[in-house]
């Protein structure tokens, strides 16, 4: 009968003794077929006992029965240097009241969820269950090498906290989409730390960095990567063109705010045309075919061709050719929002103009920002930026 749950409980380190079966719980009794013990100073075999102890530790559920095993656990002395010292099994840590399988399937039902629920589910402590977590996403972590082929690397901001302006970033490899780590700051100095600390190898293997139009990720790339093509992000520097066409339409509001033509026209404005349902787009050019919106159909028209640009399929010589012609025909403008637009847009140019190279963009990351808000959601107890981080990194790895 033990040989069968020998076989069952599948620990050959253990032979066992006794089982009793309860109700809802399950205690196997064991003894070590370990016949001596092995000294952790001076790593001498000793089969000298001093004096035996029971350890009680729980293990995986049978039939869903809490199961505990009574562990006979020996206290040896060294002959060679005198040191006391524990039995140890490789199931378990010294100290530990649970098996390292036993963690390992509590951490597995904690991915995906609300720690709460596994606390109730399996009728453990709240601190215990997210000790077990961060042990071992942190583990599981370590054990997967994100970084080793990363060639594209993105770098974007996430919100953390609504409304209250805190802010997070998020790196990615563009190549594969998978998340390398979530940063609580975004400044160059601290960037430029960060990526050093990664090792020159891992600087020079980057190809291509893309990024928002921020002094800090433009700089710290500058600074770490000596082969790497910085790309400014194209629907971040596109929200510039945007934002001068929101601006001139709310101007427009301000001077003529009876006019019925110009409300809820912000998203008809800001969407590609060719997204249009038909009638929006019939209305649309009807209004700004009128001699008073001049201004606004020039922006708007302005921000249609700019887009065409970015979606030709042309070289990075070609772009560069029509985007100087674009800027030519905007300054000819002469528009106070425009202007605007131009001014960041001659700033980060070369940047820009490397989109049209591989035409790498952060528009995976738009997708990641949407998980993370959902695992945010309905996640409590992420005040605490490392375990937000840690449950981040691990549910998006899928290394559990
Ligand atoms: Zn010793």
Same mark, same amino acid.
């Given at each position: 009968?033990?040989?069968?749950?020998?076989?069952?409980?599948?620990?050959?380190?253990?032979?066992? %003794?006794?089982?009793?079966?309860?109700?809802?719980?399950?205690?196997?009794?064991?003894?070590?077929?370990?016949?001596?013990?092995? +000294?952790?100073?001076?790593?001498?075999?000793?089969?000298?006992?001093?004096?035996?102890?029971?350890?009680?530790?729980?293990?995986?559920?049978?039939?869903?029965?809490?199961? $505990?095993?009574?562990?006979?656990?020996?206290?040896?002395?060294?002959?060679? +240097?005198?040191?006391?010292?524990? @039995?140890?099994?490789?199931?378990?840590?010294?100290?530990?009241?649970? %098996?390292?399988?036993?963690?390992?399937?509590?951490?597995?039902?904690?991915?995906?969820?609300?720690?709460? $629920?596994?606390?109730?589910?399996?009728?453990?402590?709240?601190?215990?269950?997210?000790?077990?977590?961060?042990?071992?996403?942190?583990?599981?972590?370590?054990?997967?090498?994100?970084?080793?082929?990363?060639?594209?690397?993105?770098?974007?901001?996430?919100?953390?906290?609504?409304?209250?302006?805190?802010?997070?970033?998020?790196?990615?490899?563009?190549?594969?989409?998978?998340?390398?780590?979530?940063?609580?700051?975004?400044?160059?100095?601290?960037?430029?730390? $960060?990526?050093?600390?990664?090792? @020159?190898?891992?600087?020079?293997?980057? @190809?291509?960095?893309? +990024?928002?139009?921020?002094?800090?990720?433009?700089?710290?790339?500058?600074a770490c990567f000596p082969k790497a093509e910085i790309v400014l992000d194209r629907f971040h520097f596109f929200a510039q063109l945007q934002k001068a066409l929101d601006n001139t339409r709310k101007a427009l509001r301000r001077a003529?705010?009876?006019?019925?033509?110009?409300?809820?026209?912000?998203?008809?404005?800001?969407?590609?045309?060719?997204?249009?349902?038909?009638?929006?787009?019939?209305?649309?050019?009807?209004?700004?075919?009128?001699?008073?919106?001049?201004?606004?159909?020039?922006?708007?028209?302005?921000?249609?061709?700019?887009?065409?640009? +970015?979606?030709?399929?042309? %070289?990075?010589?070609?772009?560069? %050719?029509?985007?100087?012609?674009?800027?030519?025909?905007?300054?000819?403008?002469?528009?106070?929002?425009?202007?605007?637009?131009?001014?960041?847009?001659?700033?980060?140019?070369?940047?820009?103009?490397?989109?049209?190279?591989?035409?790498?963009?952060?528009?995976?990351?738009?997708?990641?920002?949407?998980?993370?808000?959902?695992?945010?959601?309905?996640?409590?107890?992420?005040?605490?930026?490392?375990?937000?981080?840690?449950?981040?990194?691990?549910?998006?790895?899928?290394?559990?």
């Amino acid at each position: 009968m033990n040989e069968l749950y020998e076989e069952l409980l599948n620990l050959p380190e253990l032979e066992i %003794t006794h089982v009793s079966v309860g109700d809802g719980q399950i205690d196997i009794w064991c003894r070590s077929r370990l016949g001596a013990g092995v +000294c952790p100073s001076c790593l001498k075999q000793t089969k000298v006992v001093n004096q035996v102890q029971e350890r009680r530790v729980q293990d995986l559920l049978i039939s869903g029965r809490a199961v $505990y095993l009574h562990l006979e656990s020996r206290q040896w002395v060294c002959e060679d +240097c005198g040191r006391h010292f524990y @039995e140890r099994y490789s199931f378990v840590e010294p100290q530990s009241r649970m %098996t390292q399988r036993y963690e390992q399937y509590l951490y597995r039902r904690c991915i995906g969820v609300d720690l709460q $629920y596994v606390v109730v589910q399996y009728d453990h402590s709240w601190s215990v269950i997210n000790r077990i977590f961060q042990k071992w996403s942190a583990r599981s972590l370590s054990e997967v090498n994100l970084w080793g082929p990363v060639r594209a690397l993105g770098i974007d901001e996430i919100a953390l906290y609504k409304g209250r302006g805190n802010y997070a970033c998020v790196l990615v490899n563009l190549e594969t989409g998978q998340i390398l780590d979530l940063l609580e700051d975004r400044t160059k100095d601290f960037l430029i730390n $960060y990526f050093q600390a990664r090792g @020159e190898a891992f600087c020079n293997q980057i @190809e291509v960095f893309s +990024c928002d139009l921020w002094e800090g990720y433009v700089g710290a790339a500058e600074a770490c990567f000596p082969k790497a093509e910085i790309v400014l992000d194209r629907f971040h520097f596109f929200a510039q063109l945007q934002k001068a066409l929101d601006n001139t339409r709310k101007a427009l509001r301000r001077a003529c705010p009876k006019e019925e033509n110009l409300k809820g026209l912000k998203w008809t404005l800001i969407r590609p045309a060719q997204h249009l349902e038909a009638d929006q787009k019939a209305q649309l050019d009807q209004l700004l075919a009128q001699p008073q919106y001049l201004e606004l159909k020039q922006v708007y028209q302005a921000k249609e061709s700019f887009r065409a640009i +970015c979606e030709e399929e042309i %070289t990075p010589q070609q772009a560069q %050719t029509k985007l100087n012609q674009w800027c030519e025909e905007q300054q000819a403008l002469d528009h106070q929002f425009l202007n605007v637009f131009l001014k960041t847009f001659h700033r980060w140019k070369k940047y820009i103009l490397n989109y049209f190279n591989e035409r790498w963009s952060n528009g995976i990351v738009e997708g990641i920002n949407n998980r993370i808000k959902m695992i945010k959601r309905r996640a409590f107890g992420f005040q605490i930026f490392e375990r937000f981080r840690l449950r981040i990194l691990v549910e998006f790895a899928q290394i559990h």
